[in-house]
Structure formats: C-alpha cells, structure tokens
C-alpha cells in the first residue's frame, strides 16, 4: 500500500542529543514537508523539499537541519541548539505545485528531558 | 493576529447533531484544504476547495472567497466524529506552503 511513514511513533532523548526523525514516503512525491505541532497552536512549518537535493526553511528552521538525497526520504535531525524540542513532529508529502493535497504521516512524539 | 482563524476552538455535540466549524483567513488564497486529526495523531485531508461546495458523505465543505470564509459542517453526527478538525489554506505568495489554523477540537458523545 503506497503511504508515508514516520518511526518511531514514541522517542525519549536527552537534552543536549541530538535526534533524527525518519520520513520514508511510497507515492512518488515529489514534494515534503516537516512540521511540528504544540498544545493550542497550529502546524508549523519547519523545512520543506520540492525536489531532491534541494529544500527550504520554514518557519521556525531553527535548531532543526534536514537532507533530501533519495525522493523517498526526508529524514529531519532536532539538534541540541533547538531550545524547546518537545512536540509532535508530522512529515507530509504531495506532488510538485500548489494545487494538490498533502498526504500526512502517522507522526512522531519527541520528548526531551 | 494569525491569518487563519477557527471557530469555535471546542465544540461539544450530541449524537445526531448538524454541525458548523467556521474558519476565516485574511489574506489572499489559491486553495483551502480541511483536515481531521484523531486522537493517535494521525492526519487526513477532507476536503480541498477552492470555490463553492464539496460534498463527501455526511461532511460538506463550502467557500467563499469574497468573504474569506469557509465552513465545515457535519450532518448527523456521530461519536466517530469526534476529533480535532483543522482549517489550511495556501497563499497565494507561498508556492506550496500551507498556513494553518489553530484547530477544532470535536466531541460528539452518544
């Protein structure tokens, strides 16, 4: 079944790690996306990719770094440089352009103590 | 001000109620998606619209552009209903970017 997935669903880490967080997508997408959920607040963007070997900042990029080498995977590392990297961390893929839906995956709950 | 704005931010119902999510944006727009998020987390697109009315069941989304405003209804509600549902629209100036309201959270109890 094509689909996006995201692993682990659950991550502990301590501060000052850093962590990767993996997104393998099997729609041949072009197009994906990182963004990070908190209480009360919507999605925010954190990095996005158009084409491989090639991505953008988002919103709040900081203390966040991403690569883009294989169309399947957009795997995303929280360093220790981001400041409150507790959240809920959601990959999302679509084809190229502004005119399609975003397909989600399951998410990852990264919690740093 | 955040430029997509939903209303209500919770929303209690009794099984079998109609129901209205309303969201509001305040900027110019090339698409609005809606989005249900159930508790696990997970995501999935409802509707994408850009003008008009679409209809997916006992859910329908409608627009209106001149009014920048968009609602999310839901005729005889079930518990299974019940999640957060999220308004995004894609600007204009952002190619592919989504920005995204805060959410809504949905019960609908038996």
């Known amino acids: 079944d094509g689909g996006i997935t995201q692993s682990p669903k659950y991550l502990f880490r301590k501060e000052g790690q850093n962590v990767t967080l993996s997104c393998e997508q099997n729609?041949?997408?072009?197009?994906m996306y990182w963004y990070r959920q908190d209480p009360g607040q919507g999605l925010r963007l954190i990095y996005y990719?158009?084409?491989?070997?090639?991505?953008q900042k988002g919103d709040i990029a900081e203390g966040y770094s991403v690569s883009r080498e294989k169309k399947e995977s957009f795997p995303l590392t929280v360093t220790s440089a981001q400041k409150n990297p507790t959240a809920f961390y959601l990959c999302?893929?679509?084809?190229?352009?502004?005119?399609?839906?975003?397909?989600f995956g399951p998410g990852t709950r990264l919690t740093v103590t | 001000k955040n430029e997509v704005e939903q209303s209500p931010q919770n929303l209690t119902a009794q099984e079998g109620e109609f129901i209205t999510i309303n969201c509001s944006y305040s900027?110019?727009?090339?698409?609005l998606h809606w989005l249900q998020q159930h508790p696990g987390g997970g995501i999935v697109s409802l509707f994408m619209?850009?003008?008009g009315k679409k209809k997916h069941g006992r859910l329908i989304a409608t627009i209106n552009i001149q009014e920048k405003h968009s609602s999310l209804h839901i005729t005889a509600s079930h518990p299974r209903d019940s999640a957060v549902y999220i308004c995004?629209?894609?600007?204009?100036?952002?190619?592919?970017?989504?920005?995204f309201g805060e959410g809504t959270q949905l019960t609908v109890n038996p």
């Open positions: 995004a629209v894609l600007l204009e100036t952002s190619g592919s970017r989504l920005t």
């Open positions: 999302a893929s679509s084809p190229r352009g502004p005119s399609y839906e975003q397909y």
């Open positions: 729609l041949n997408h072009d197009a």
């Open positions: 990719s158009q084409i491989v070997n090639d991505f």
């Open positions: 900027v110019g727009i090339s698409a």
């Open positions: 619209l850009s003008s």
